[in-house]
């Protein structure tokens, strides 16, 4: 097992992400955070308390569950659906900004995006991560990535936060080919 | 030229060891190491031989239902269980409510000639409880029937009933009650309980059953009839025919193996295979009937075997038939039930199982006691060795056995009738 | 969990986990778009050997919603009314490559029949079997209370209801019973001693025959239909004379405690067990019922079907 990204790094890349999302969209009048749970939803919130921070001012934070869109359903047991909690001024013509751990096949994204159409027609949706890991299956590419981290296929990456696991860090496991 | 057979180093019911000769029908010697030249032997040793097995209450199905069962597939199962007689039961189709039909299925039994089929006539014609059937003609029959019930069905009118149980008198007969209350048991499904109430099934209380006792007791005191109670079931009516029989009025009581074993929880499945009526009953029943065989307040073991096609067994419980299959297995389970329990002796068997019911039924040629001279009715069976019940490995043309799966005690050798080797088992 | 036949077979947890789910699925009902791809491809054939409208149509919306084909095979217009045997109609919807059968059926059990015999291999969802159970409502019918009156905890420990009327033929009281004591409810039933089966005194209940008596006291009144074709069955003398007793009507209603609810599963016979003014009352969550009841019934779905049918639910 490695660390490859200590509390610290962690902290620093979710700061830059934020000021990123900030510049891009000048400022977070337009914007709505939507974490993907179970993950992707504290990193949503973590970014979100970085704006306003910065800003002065809350921005528009929720979740957004992808399990009824998934197309790897049948592959395993269901699973328990996760809170979809839409903010107050919706996604109707906001600038929406999903929010995931680590990108990887894509799919996820895809997902995401299908269950997004259902809720409304947004602006423009971006996508924030704080790890892509690459080995992208679908023509899906985000606009903030915490850090790049090149991967074997077998190797398992580990996003904790401290509210959930105990401590800020990223790890990267050899796992069983 | 009639086979003779030597039965060899089998334990008697009353625990003596003998062997035993047979030639030309009857019982010819006994004594220890009996050798016989030309006699084919029979290997008994760890067996018990009892009396041949009598049945008061069996379904054969023919005519009418032969898919079901027919007298000669009946015949078959009866003698790998042990049987020498069995009693047709009348709800055929037609009913065996007029002396043609008794005659039919006499002539049925005596050609397939495994064993003797006597048959029982309707109390009623057409079982429908309303007019006497030709009850004198039965008796007079080739069939001479001596056994009298609708079973199926109640004889419900108390008037019928008490001019049925007068007129048996003539000919020593008995009238055979399907003891079952028809108001309080109307759509019922299963016994009235707590699993009932949880199935959502409808229930058939025990008082249904003990209700038409208790009346039919008190019926045959005032008529001083002979009255025959089919399968008992709970423990209530056990009550009340030990309180007739202290007050001697003439009454006969019999119990099924299944309902000495198997209770109504086993409702749960909705498998329709445990469906019969009456319904299993709880623990505490099963425990009373047990005490009372034992005790003799029930007189015999009667098996209401009842085959039925597998199109009205697989389906929803409520449009199921009633009934399951008994021939094959009686002996072993009332070895499980009443000889492993300690609570009955294989002579208590011999008298619950072919003395006691040859005598209700007055078969004169059955349930005697094993000695020289008397006919050569017995069955062989080792009470230790085990087997398991598979229903696609039965006599019956049906499969519906509640036991399917079970590991039961005791292995049916041989069984003969008239002398003759009707059943000897494969297996050693 | 590859079928829903009885209460009896989940576990607290597992009717925990259905209400949960359709906690969330009601949020996407909610949206403006009502269709999700969750169950696309899959096969649900709805067996209605048993008139049941409101059953059937909350359970279709509910597949559609998600997804699923529905094959509706319904008594009129089928074969099962009309002698054909329930084996030989479950052959029939294995061969048609069914994935799930919802079935509502006039014989206690039927469902599990289904379940268990090698005649079919897809899930088997008890719509109401005879006088047994009706899961589905049950669930639908924790969900209303779990909404109406529980904050903060996901069971109903604590919450006290009544349920009145005909308990002996009713499914819905029967999975009502076992679930609602298995999510720490406590359960009155109210009837006449003629409509309570014998064997009710093992049930975790407490039973009454004085509705006035319990009213005041309980946070849930659930009515239950009196079928008039019982009638002749001689459970109570006349029909006013239960109302009488047996009825919600105005002046039972003042007795009720002030953020007491009050169901019925439908349909109503107005003016019988309930006046229409008790229907219709701000007490009444008869419609939320309803609107719940295909949620409930998306949720059981999503986990029944939606993963490998291999390893079912894990909780």
């Known amino acids: 097992m490695s660390l490859a990204l200590p509390a610290p790094d962690m902290d620093r890349a979710i700061t830059r992400i934020s000021h990123e999302i900030l510049e891009r969209n000048s400022g977070s009048e337009s914007i709505t955070l939507l974490g ?6 504290h990193l949503a919130a973590r970014i979100a308390a970085k704006i306003e921070a910065i800003e002065g001012k809350a921005v528009q934070c929720g979740t957004l569950d992808i399990t009824l869109h998934r197309d790897d359903l049948r592959m395993r047991p269901p699973r328990a659906l996760m809170p979809t909690t839409i903010p107050a001024l919706g996604v109707e013509n906001r600038s929406v900004i999903l929010v995931d751990d680590v990108l990887f096949s894509g799919r996820t994204i895809r997902a995401a995006l299908d269950a997004l159409g259902e809720i409304g027609r947004p602006a423009a949706v971006q996508l924030a991560v704080l790890i892509d890991r690459g080995h992208r299956q679908l023509p899906i590419r985000a606009d903030y ?17 401290t509210e959930l696991d105990g401590v800020d860090e990223v790890t990267l496991e050899e796992g069983n080919a | 030229m009639t086979t003779s057979y030597v039965i060899k180093g089998a334990v008697l019911p009353h625990g003596a060891k003998s062997d035993i000769a047979i030639a030309d029908g009857l019982i010819t010697q006994m004594a220890p190491d009996l050798n016989i030249p030309g006699a084919t032997v029979v290997n008994a040793a760890n067996a018990i031989v009892l009396p041949g097995l009598v049945d008061l209450h069996t379904h054969l199905r023919e005519p009418g239902k032969e898919d079901a069962e027919t007298v000669l597939s009946g015949s078959q199962a009866g003698v790998r269980g042990g049987y020498v007689a069995l009693s047709a039961m009348a709800n055929t189709s037609p009913v065996a409510d007029t002396a043609g039909v008794v005659e039919q299925v006499f002539r049925l039994g005596q050609i397939a000639g495994l064993l003797d089929v006597f048959p029982i006539g309707a109390v009623t014609k057409g079982l429908e409880g309303l007019e006497l059937a030709e009850i004198g003609a039965m008796a007079d029959s080739a069939a001479r029937v001596r056994v009298f019930s609708d079973d199926g069905h109640c004889v419900f009118d108390p008037l019928v009933m008490r001019r049925a149980l007068e007129y048996v008198k003539k000919f020593d007969g008995v009238i055979a009650q399907h003891a079952q209350e028809p108001r309080l048991t109307q759509g019922s499904q299963m016994n009235e309980g ?33 009255l025959h109670i089919c399968h008992l079931t709970t423990a209530g009516g056990v009550e009340i025919i030990r309180w007739a029989k202290q007050r001697g009025i003439q009454v006969t009581a019999e119990v099924t193996p299944h309902h000495l074993l198997l209770t109504d929880e086993l409702a749960r499945s909705y498998d329709p295979v445990y469906k019969v009526n ?43 038939s009633f009934g399951m299959l008994g021939l094959e297995t009686a002996l072993s389970i009332i070895n499980k039930t009443m000889v492993e329990t300690k609570l009955m002796d294989w002579s208590g068997v011999a008298e619950r199982m072919s003395i006691t019911p040859a005598r209700i039924a007055r078969y004169e040629n059955h349930g005697r006691e094993i000695a020289v001279g008397a006919p050569a009715n017995l069955t062989v069976m080792n009470p230790t060795k085990t087997y398991r019940v598979d229903r696609d490995l039965v006599a019956s043309r049906s499969r519906n056995t509640p036991f399917h799966g079970m590991e039961l005690p005791g292995v049916v050798l041989a069984t003969f009738f008239n002398g003759k080797l009707s059943f000897e088992s494969k297996q050693p | 969990m590859r079928h829903l036949l009885s209460i009896a077979d989940l ?43 409101r059953t059937r149509i909350s359970f279709e919306a509910a597949a559609k919603r998600l997804s699923a084909d529905v094959i509706n095979f319904s008594a009129k217009g089928s074969s099962v009314s009309k002698g054909e045997s329930l084996k030989d109609t479950a052959q029939t919807l294995q061969a048609m490559g069914a994935d799930a059968v919802i079935i509502r059926h006039s014989a206690s059990g039927a469902a599990q029949r289904l379940a268990d015999s090698q005649w079919m291999t897809g899930s088997v969802i008890n719509a109401g079997d005879g006088t047994h159970e009706h899961p589905s409502q049950a669930l639908l019918d924790a969900f209303t209370i779990r909404k109406n009156l529980v904050r903060g905890g996901n069971d109903l420990t604590g919450i006290r209801v009544a349920i009145v009327g005909d308990i002996i033929h009713s499914r819905v009281a029967r999975s009502n019973v076992l679930l609602l004591t298995k999510l720490g409810a406590h359960v009155t039933l109210v009837a006449p001693p003629t409509l309570l089966p014998a064997g009710v005194e093992s049930w975790p209940v407490t039973v009454a025959y004085d509705f006035d008596s319990v009213i005041a006291d309980v946070d849930v009144v659930m009515m239950l239909r009196i079928q008039l074709e019982r009638m002749s069955e001689m459970f109570f003398p006349n029909v006013r004379e239960y109302s009488h007793y047996f009825g919600l009507n105005r002046d039972r209603l003042k007795m009720m405690r002030p953020n007491a609810i009050v169901m019925h599963p439908g349909p109503m016979n107005r003016g019988l067990e309930i006046t229409a003014d008790s229907a219709d009352s701000a007490r009444s969550v008869i419609l939320q019922q309803v609107t719940n009841g295909v949620t409930v019934r998306m949720a059981i779905l999503y986990l029944l079907l939606a993963g490998s049918q291999e390893s079912g639910a894990q909780v």
């Open chain 2, 194 to 226: 707590f699993v009932s109430s949880q199935l959502g099934l409808k229930g058939w209380p025990a008082i249904a059953e003990e209700a038409i006792i208790a009346r039919d007791v008190l019926l045959a005191d005032h008529v001083q009839a002979r």
């Open chain 2, 278 to 320: 009456p319904p299993l009953r709880t623990e505490s029943d099963v425990m009373a009937l047990r005490e009372a065989l034992a005790d003799g307040t029930i007189d015999i073991v009667a098996t209401d075997h009842a085959p039925h096609p597998a199109e009205s067994k697989e389906c929803e419980w409520q449009e199921a």
């Open chain 1, 145 to 161: 990535v915490g850090k790049n981290l090149p991967t074997s296929l077998s190797q398992i990456i580990k996003v904790q936060f």
């Open chain 3, 11 to 53: 576990s607290a947890t597992q009717a925990i986990q259905i209400l949960d789910t359709a906690e969330e699925l009601s949020r996407v009902s909610d949206g403006p778009m009502k269709k999700l791809p969750t169950l696309r491809g899959r096969t649900i054939v709805n067996l209605f050997a048993e008139d049941s409208t």
């Open chain 1, 36 to 41: 993907i749970p179970t993950r992707g939803a």
